[in-house]
Structure formats: C-alpha cells, structure tokens
C-alpha cells in the first residue's frame, strides 16, 4: 500500500509540475480563458495615443491622431491598400468620363451602418455638402479639399446660395454622381481621405454626437466601444461592415499616455503591440540601445511628410519677411537630425517632401529641392535689416509653442538655443496640451509655432494648396494673390508638367520669397512592432493601418 502511495503521489507531482510548465510556456497575447496553447490567439491590438483625438468627426478632424481613429470607424467610396494604390470601399465600381469631369461611382448594396442602416449615396452628398455648408460651425478646416467639385468653392463662400450647385447628386440610393471645376488626375485617391468620408444622417442638430459611442456612428471595419478621457479609447469589430470577413481583430485597444518613455516601457513590458510613429514617439536617447535590443521589431523609413515651424505673419515681429529669413537661416539642420532626432531624417530646404510623384519621377527630384541656405553672416543681415524697418532698438519677445512632446521639446530648445547663440535672440519655449495648441494655432494666437505635414494624397498639390488665402489649414495669416493664382492655374490645367512647374514657382514664393514656413526636416517612420503582429501597414506617408492585421 505505501508503495502504491509513494508511486500516486509521484505523478500527481509529475502532473502538477507538467501543468505549471505548460502555463509558463503560454503565450502572452493568448486570452485567459483560451484554456491551452492549442487554442486560438486573443485577437486584440494595442497601441499609444500620445493624445486625446481633438475630434472623431471626419468633417472637422486635421491631425494624425484623429485620423487614425476615423479612418478605422469609417470608409469612403475608396480605401487605401496596402501598396498605396485605391481599392474599392463602399463603391463596387466607378466611371470616369473622357474629358475627365464627371465621375459615377456605383455603391454596394450591402454597406451598412454600424446601427444596420444601409450606407447610401445620399450619406455621402450629405456629408460633403454638410462640410461645405458657410454655416457649418465650426468650420471645417479641410473645405478647400472638396474645392474639386463643380461650385464647391463657390458655395462654401457664400456666393452661391443653393447647395444643389454643387457638384455632387445622389440620383438614386446606390449611384453618386460628381461633376468637378477641372481635371484633377488625383481626385480618385481624395476619396480615401476623412474629409470625404460619409456620415450618418442623425449627426444633424447634434453638435456632440462624436463624442460618445452610442451615437457616434460609422461604417467602418470598427466601432467605438469605450471613450475616456485622457486614459483610453477601445474599438470593437463592426459585425455590420461589408467586409467584415477580412476583419480578424476582434479589438482594439488604444491607452493615451503623452510620454514618449512611457510608451516604450509598455512596449517592452508586452503592455502594447506597437509604440512610435504616427501616434507617438520613440526617445530619441533610447534608439541606440533599441537597435541593439530590439533591432528585428525596430522599423525606420523614410515617408513622405515634413516637420517644420511656422511664422505667424500678423504678429511682431514675424510680420517682416527679413526676420522671418533669419531666423530660418541661423539654425542647423543637419546637427539637428544627426544629434536630436537621430532617426534618419533629411535635412528640408523646401516644403514638399521626398516621394511625392511628380511628372515622370519624384516632384522634389524634378524641380529645385533647395530654395534656401544656412548662413549665419546673412541671418545676422538680415535680421539687423528687419529690426531697422520695423523701428526696433531690441526685439520683442518671442516664443514658441509645441504640442507636450519628449520630442517636439528638445528640438524646441535646440532650436532656440541656436537662435541665442546665432543671433543673440532670446525666445521662450512653451508646450501646450494638443488640442489647446491646435486650437491657438488656428486662431494666429501665437508668435512661432511647431507644425508638421503629411500628404493627403501622392500629389504635390497636397503642399501646396494648403497655404492660399482661403485655405482651412493655413495657420499663417500668409496672403499672397500671385500665389493663390499659381495654385487656380495649376488646378485648372491637366498638362502635368506644367502644373509642375506652377507648384515649384508656389513653393518658392512660400519658402524662399516669404519664408512663411521653416522647413527642418523629412520625416522617417520610427516605430516598433511585435513580431506577432502581421500584416500591420504604414503607407506612403507614415499612417498606420491596423484594419486588416491579426495576431499570429
């Protein structure tokens, strides 16, 4: 008997021990109640946002952040596939007539609401002229983006009165017709961008509906499940979504945290999926020992964006151009980005970015890609030459303002020690919380602030149009009317080397003539990614598409 004991005994022990190993040996994206290794992954993607969604309206948003959200909750006529390229979204198909002003796009039939209401061409119509209406509050910053279509322009000015001018007629429930002022050889990709994006009739005369989950409403691969303020925001897959077979998350889970070091250390903690770029950052004095620790999940690539600063033109002492021109000229790019940012990004002498297509090649292989130089003898020229057309004995006080970031901040005080030591400048550096700093930006409350720009589309055009005089995002106070008609000549001409050169002679007024912005680096995509994260995409210019990635 005691034999049979001992030898009972044993293997319980042999079990037990057998069951702990199996439990360490489990996974860690595996859900708790999987049961075993057999069992399949929990699908649920974690990410950082660095900070809270300034708006989840595709009407109004205008930042990386925000877009990242939206793009997920909803989906226009066409969708971006992984390669860049248009692929179709709620439109099956499209027509494009010869002369090239008149688009048909044909809907599906089974493209729902996250409620289980049909998607309808009329959603569509709604939603851009909703945009475009003069009386639409706040105004939408990206109006001038629908200025493609027939008497769009016109009626977001008030010149036109009647909303059936435009361009844009739901003929029956699944057809969408779209009548534009000129050939525009990008307008098809202009439909994957949020601006475009359709929305559900009940938004009408509820200024909060994308504010809450209940009655923020989309119809994309997601929905909102969980909104919290500065903590969290979680998105569950869409049951209603025409596509929902391809969806393989089942969640996805996005902290807010505004630390770059934070997000790191949950990242090597197995707390996130993915950490860095477009949301957040990666420390740029812990890249070396990511590389060496991490270098098979650390991904950098060149993208098509540009980090720069801007001038407010109405303010002292930034409304005199040769002030501007200096303190553009009396800083160092390249130390920037070989000490600060140390992430592969290119010194910028002009706006438009590396990768965009231009006639035959790259836009910024085509035309001039510097139209300014570093000089601290002419910056000093420049700036005494300012100072004695504006009357100043001394310069008033100067500050600039970033959005609270590790990064934004050191370059800020970078910056701003070499315009102390360049030109014996003193200028105050100031973070504020990003929607307070988006708003002030907006509003010309400030003197210089950090911006940065990310195509909309593979067009130059998409640098370009943003700073005429009627532009949403031009935060500038810039007016210029030679160059408002470079950009109307450009839209109106279909010969694609001239419209070219008409955006080069635009950019040179914007960076060279004007030095409006200060260009100061190309961006590079720095980010970190699981291994058990698969086909996670970063497209062209640097946004993250988390639509069609599962965990392996």
Not at 134 to 160: C, H, M, R, V
Not at 293 to 298: A, I, N, P, Q
Not at 313 to 334: C, G, L, Q, W, Y
Not at 476 to 491: I, M
Request: charged share 25%; hydrophobic share 35%; aromatic share 10%.
């Amino acid at each position: 008997m005691k034999k049979h004991k001992k030898l009972l005994l044993l293997m319980t022990l042999i079990l037990a021990f057998s069951s702990v190993l199996a439990a360490c040996g489990a996974d860690k994206n595996e859900g708790a109640d999987n049961g075993g290794t057999d069992k399949p992954k929990e699908q649920v993607f974690r990410m950082n946002l660095a900070s809270d969604p300034p708006t989840l309206d595709p009407g109004l948003a205008q930042d990386n952040t925000s877009n990242t959200v939206i793009s997920s909750v909803f989906e226009g006529l066409v969708r971006k596939g992984a390669d860049g390229t248009e692929e179709q979204g709620v439109a099956e198909k499209w027509d494009i007539s010869e002369d090239g002003l008149k688009y048909v796009f044909t809907l599906r039939q089974d493209a729902k609401w996250s409620n289980g209401d049909p998607v309808t061409a009329k959603d569509f119509e709604y939603a851009w002229k909703r945009v475009l209406d003069p009386n639409f509050t706040p105004a939408s910053p990206y109006a001038y983006q629908l200025y493609y279509i027939k008497n769009a322009e016109a009626y977001n000015l008030g010149d036109i009165k009647d909303a059936n001018e435009v361009g844009v007629k739901a003929t029956d429930d699944y057809t969408l017709e779209v009548t534009l002022e000129n050939p525009t050889p990008y307008f098809l990709s202009l439909m994957s961008f949020q601006t475009y994006f359709p929305v559900h009739s009940s938004v009408e005369g509820n200024a909060s509906w994308a504010t809450k989950p209940d009655t923020l409403i989309g119809n994309g691969p997601f929905k909102v499940s969980q909104m919290t303020k500065g903590q969290k925001i979680e998105l569950v897959k869409n049951d209603q979504y025409w596509d929902k077979d391809s969806i393989k998350l089942e969640k996805v889970k996005m902290s807010i945290v505004n630390s770059s070091a934070t997000e790191v250390s949950s990242y090597r903690n197995d707390e996130l999926d993915y950490a860095g770029h477009p949301t957040g950052n990666i420390p740029t004095d812990q890249l070396s020992a990511i590389k060496k620790e991490l270098g098979d999940e650390l991904m950098i690539k060149g993208i098509s964006s540009t980090y720069f600063y801007v001038f407010n033109t109405t303010e002292e002492p930034f409304d005199n151009v040769n002030i501007r021109k200096a303190f553009s000229m009396a800083i160092d790019r390249k130390a920037i980005v070989e000490k600060i940012t140390q992430g592969g990004q290119i010194p910028a002498f002009g706006f438009v970015p590396p990768g965009i297509k231009g006639e035959s090649d790259e836009y910024r292989k085509e035309v001039p890609d510097t139209y300014f130089q570093e000089n601290l003898e002419e910056a000093k020229k420049l700036l005494e030459q300012g100072m004695k057309e504006k009357g100043y004995t001394t310069l008033p006080e100067v500050t600039l303002i970033h959005n609270s970031d590790d990064n934004h901040k050191k370059i800020a005080l970078a910056v701003s020690d070499m315009w102390k030591n360049n030109l014996g400048v003193n200028v105050k550096v100031q973070n504020q919380e990003w929607g307070v700093f988006l708003k002030n930006r907006t509003d010309l409350n400030y003197q210089v602030a950090r911006s940065g720009w990310g195509a909309d589309y593979n067009d130059p055009m998409t640098y370009i149009d943003m700073w005429t005089s009627k532009g949403g995002n031009n935060d500038t106070g810039f007016k210029n009317e030679e160059y408002d008609k470079l950009v109307k000549d450009a839209y109106a001409t279909s010969d694609n080397a001239k419209r070219m050169e008409l955006m080069s002679k635009a950019e040179k007024i914007l960076v060279q003539d004007n030095q409006v912005v200060m260009p100061i680096y190309y961006y590079s995509s720095v980010s970190l990614v699981k291994p058990w994260v698969k086909n996670l995409h970063l497209d062209y210019k640097g946004d993250i598409d988390f639509t069609r990635a599962y965990i392996e």
